[in-house]
């Protein structure tokens, strides 16, 4: 008997994102395979934006 494939809902997807643009961090593109794995590309504007006060020194 095959495994059979994990979907994802219109709902999680929404959530998965809103967390991402809550988070200030722009999504550039989302892919989304057969066996249900969501993989969320962003851009790299998101880390030079603002600077890490950490690195002051």
Do not use: C, H
């Not at 709902?11 to 593109?29: F, H, M, Q, S």
């Not at 880390?47 to 020194?57: E, H, M, R, V, Y």
Request: zero cysteines; glycine letters at 6%; proline letters at 5%.
């Amino acid at each position: 008997m095959p495994a059979r494939r994990t979907t994802i809902t219109q709902a999680e997807l929404t959530r998965y994102l809103k967390a991402y643009r809550d988070a200030g961090i722009p999504v550039a593109r989302t892919e989304i395979s057969r066996d249900g794995k969501v993989v969320i590309f962003t851009t790299d504007n998101a880390a030079s934006d603002d600077a890490n006060p950490w690195d002051a020194g």
